[in-house]
Structures are given as structure tokens and as C-alpha cells.
């Protein structure tokens, strides 16, 4: 088969090229601009070009695979779509792929990432083996794609953008969180938790439902006492959110509060955590997490839960949590020492940029916390411009890069100064990228954080250098 790849840059996109291009398959593709990883597509064999221009399209191809993202002005698309060339959608091609597996996947407005690597790389390294697709390069496989053609499972990181999660036939589904997200997308929130809804409906009937306790799918169960327990064998009779779905649900939390899986005794010392893990069988005491944040925490044992699920062993389990790497941009440690501590993350909700705060002044207590944020969709930020301004105020010095607009067109009167007038705090600026690193020398931080999903990665390595230079 020949593949085409529109906006092959794309993390979810480029793990399906790399999935086609490993088994044998022709793939070439298109992108705006060049990048860290459509250089590596590149050195993997595949042809990437950066033009949006329909004579360099090869000819005989087979199937057109575009993202959501593409604009419907693009030239290519447009030829493409005029020729009758045969094209899908990324999250149609990826439910082909995986429709005759045991398909874990993964869904949440955060937390997808993490906890799909963090399953991916536990299964990886027991005896069941597994492939995955995930949403960021996983350290420990150095991918974002993992190919065991043994293997019955594959792990899937479920994008509710688009809708395309209710592309997936889930044997396993996980829900990791529920926040209002993607509003252009959705209209309001009731429109996102149905999707989600929908997505856990989709679950086999012989899998199971990895809920994370206290999110609820229906609107009934908001009067509910979200601190009920139920022990998950009972679940999909005395549950509500279980009553209405095909397969039991399994509960987790980090809280005090009791679910089927849960931490218990959380604890931190020296960048490492360490937790009890309680489970349906029994307590696992004094598991280990390297250099990580606190909530990662949550994803380890919802990944554990998957795990143990599947039928890995208590060694198998310790193991993989203890040696799981991380993915890059999420807690990404750049530079430690005494000195000063740099920490990279793709947090842009201001759910997680509060999360990563509050790893962050877990971790180093009484530290001068300098963060680094750059907006991502003018959608976005006009929705949470509010929520963004009181999180922000919360570091010690807060930097505002402009707005990174992704597929969006620009929204009168709605930019990066939207945010900084509402900030409750003097300490704050809003700066051209490069003007980041002279007023961080000027600002002398214990601990730097960059924070977004947009462009902001191309300025990481320029701050970590401009660091190391001035220790």
C-alpha cells in the first residue's frame, strides 16, 4: 500500500506512519514546517515535504490520511479531495488498525499521555508483550510508536478532540479525567462528558471500564455521593455509571477516599515518590516512581490497575513503575543541579498548569519558582483567560509568551495581555521569545518551568543551554 500523510508532523499522526512505514508499506508526506521529529520520519525513510503544493504529491497512492488540523483552504487537500483519491481521517485509519485487538485505550481532558506510555511500557516489559500509539515520545522506547506484531494488546491514547475517541472499539477503556476542553469543538460541557460517554460505551462486554472515582459520565450521578464504594465485581449493578455501560467498572483514586485501586502513604524524597498501593488483592507497599510529579501519581495507578487487570505480577509491576522513564515534555527534567532545576511541560489547561505548580512546590519546597507559559488557541484562552490569571499568579515570576494559534484564526481582543491584565501579582511580563532568556538571567529562578503545547518545545533547548551557560 502506498500512504500519503497530510500534517505528518503531527504526533498522532506520524506513529501511523511509522506503524505503516515498519510494516512495509510506502509512506511519504506533508507538513507546514520542518521539526524535531519530521526529520526523524525522515532519517526512518519517509519522504516529507514542506510546501503546500500538489505537484509534489507522489503519484498511485492508495489511501490519504489527514488530520483534523488541516485547514480546509489547503491546496493539497483540496487537489487531493477533487482527484477522488481515497481518504480518512487519522482517528478512522486508527481504529482499523487496532479493531481486532485487545485495544486499551486511554481518554481524558489530561493525563492521556502519561498514563498510555506508562501502560505501554508496563505491559511491554511482561510476558503479554503489547503495541502501542501514543501522544508524545515515550523516553524509554524513544518512540511514539510501539510495533510487537506477538502481542494481542495495543494501547491507544483516545483524543477527544474531534470526536475521535468513538473511532476506537475499546476491549479495555480508561477515563482519566473530565474537564471542560475543546468548547469550539463541544459547545459546552454537558456535549464533552456525553462524548465520554459514548467513548465507555463503546467498551467490550467481556473488558472493563477504568473510571477515575468521583468522575461521573451521566448527569444523574451528580447528586450522588461521589465517595460511595463499591467493590468493581458488583460494580455494574449497584453503580450508575456502570448500570448504563457494558462492562464493570473499575474505580481509582489517590485520595484517602477508598476505590478498588488506590495510593496510600505518599511520599517524596530526594525528586523520587514513593506509594502503597492498595489493591482488590491485597497492599504492594513501597512502590517507586523516579523524578516525576506528584500527579503522576494518579496515572501510575490507574496504569497499574490496567496492568494488574491483564495479569501482571506484583515483580513485573515493580519493576516497570520503577524504571518508567517519563515522555518528553511531560515533567521533563532538562537540567538538576544545586544549583537550579529546569522542568519542561506540555500542560496548557489550567487544570494541569495548576498540577505542575503543585508538583513542582511539592518537590522543591521554599525554591524561587520562575514559570514560562505560552497560550495555546485564541478558543482557549478566551474561554479560561480567568482560571489561566489566578493559576499564573501563583508562581513567583510568571513570563507570558503570545498566543501559539494552532489551526485558529485570530479572536478580537483576545491575546496573551488578556491574561496578564487579570494576573493578581506584579511579578509578571509578556515577552517575545526571544527575549526569554535575558529576562531570565535577570530573574534568578531556583527552579524554571516552560509550560504549553504549542511552539514553545523549539525554545527548550535555547533555554537550557542559556542556563547551563550562567551556572
Aim: charged share 25%; with cysteine; proline share 4%.
Amino acid at each position: 500500500m502506498r500512504y500519503y500523510f497530510l500534517g505528518i508532523g503531527g504526533i498522532g499522526m506520524s506513529a501511523l506512519a511509522r506503524y505503516f512505514k515498519q510494516r512495509g508499506d510506502e509512506v511519504s508526506g506533508y507538513d507546514r514546517t520542518p521539526s524535531d521529529l519530521t526529520r526523524a520520519l525522515e532519517k526512518e525513510g519517509i519522504a516529507v515535504h514542506y510546501d503546500d503544493d500538489p505537484s509534489q504529491i507522489p503519484i498511485a497512492i492508495d489511501l490519504v490520511v489527514y488530520t483534523p488540523a488541516i485547514p480546509a483552504d489547503n491546496k493539497e487537500f483540496q487537489y487531493l479531495q477533487a482527484e477522488g483519491v481515497p481518504m480518512k481521517k487519522r482517528s478512522e485509519v486508527l481504529g482499523d488498525v487496532t479493531r481486532n485487538k485487545r485495544c486499551i485505550a486511554v481518554a481524558g481532558t489530561h493525563g492521556k499521555t502519561s498514563t498510555s506510555s506508562m501502560i505501554a511500557y508496563l505491559l511491554s516489559n511482561s510476558s503479554l508483550g503489547c503495541s502501542a500509539f501514543l501522544g508524545g515520545i515515550a523516553k524509554n522506547f524513544d518512540s511514539n510508536v510501539v510495533i510487537d506484531t506477538q502481542s494481542e494488546y495495543v494501547v491507544v491514547e483516545a483524543d477527544e478532540y474531534d470526536r475521535s475517541f468513538l473511532q476506537l472499539s475499546p476491549y479495555f477503556s480508561v477515563i482519566t479525567s473530565i474537564d471542560p476542553d475543546h468548547l469550539d469543538i463541544y459547545g459546552d460541557y454537558e456535549h464533552l462528558r456525553e462524548a465520554f460517554a459514548q467513548f465507555a460505551g463503546k467498551t467490550a462486554a467481556e473488558g472493563k471500564v477504568f473510571l477515575k472515582n468521583g468522575v461521573s459520565l451521566f448527569p444523574d450521578e451528580e447528586d450522588e455521593d461521589e465517595h460511595e464504594h463499591h467493590h468493581h465485581h458488583d460494580h455494574h449493578h449497584g453503580d450508575s455509571s456502570a448500570s448504563k455501560l457494558p462492562a464493570p467498572v473499575v474505580s481509582y483514586t489517590v485520595s484517602g477516599v477508598e476505590a478498588d485501586y488506590y495510593a496510600w502513604n505518599v511520599r517524596s524524597s530526594r525528586g523520587n515518590i514513593y506509594f502503597d498501593l492498595r489493591t482488590p488483592q491485597g497492599v504492594i507497599f513501597d512502590m517507586e516512581l523516579r523524578h516525576t510529579s506528584l500527579y503522576n501519581v494518579e496515572n501510575a495507578v490507574v496504569a497499574a490497575a490496567v496492568a494488574m487487570e491483564c495479569g501482571l505480577s506484583e515483580r513485573e509491576l515493580r519493576y516497570g513503575l520503577k524504571t518508567y522513564d517519563g515522555v518528553r515534555r511531560r515533567f521533563d527534567y532538562r537540567l538538576e543541579s544545586k544549583e537550579l532545576v529546569y522542568i519542561d511541560d506540555y500542560a496548557h489547561h489550567p487544570r494541569e498548569l495548576a498540577a505542575t505548580i503543585e508538583s513542582v512546590r511539592y518537590l522543591y519546597p521554599g525554591k524561587r519558582v520562575v514559570g514560562i507559559f505560552q497560550p495555546h488557541l485564541y478558543s482557549r484562552t478566551a474561554d479560561f483567560a480567568d482560571e489561566f490569571a489566578k493559576v499564573l499568579s501563583s508562581l513567583d515570576e510568571a513570563i507570558l509568551l503570545p498566543i501559539y494559534p494552532a489551526r485558529e484564526k485570530p479572536i478580537p481582543g483576545v491575546s496573551s495581555g488578556m491574561i496578564l491584565r487579570k494576573m493578581d501579582t506584579m511579578s509578571k511580563y509578556l515577552v517575545s521569545k526571544d527575549q526569554v532568556t535575558e529576562l531570565l538571567e535577570a530573574l534568578y529562578p531556583d527552579v524554571v518551568l516552560t509550560m504549553g503545547a504549542g511552539d514553545i518545545d523549539r525554545l527548550v533547548p535555547v533555554i537550557e543551554q542559556a542556563l547551563k551557560d550562567n551556572l
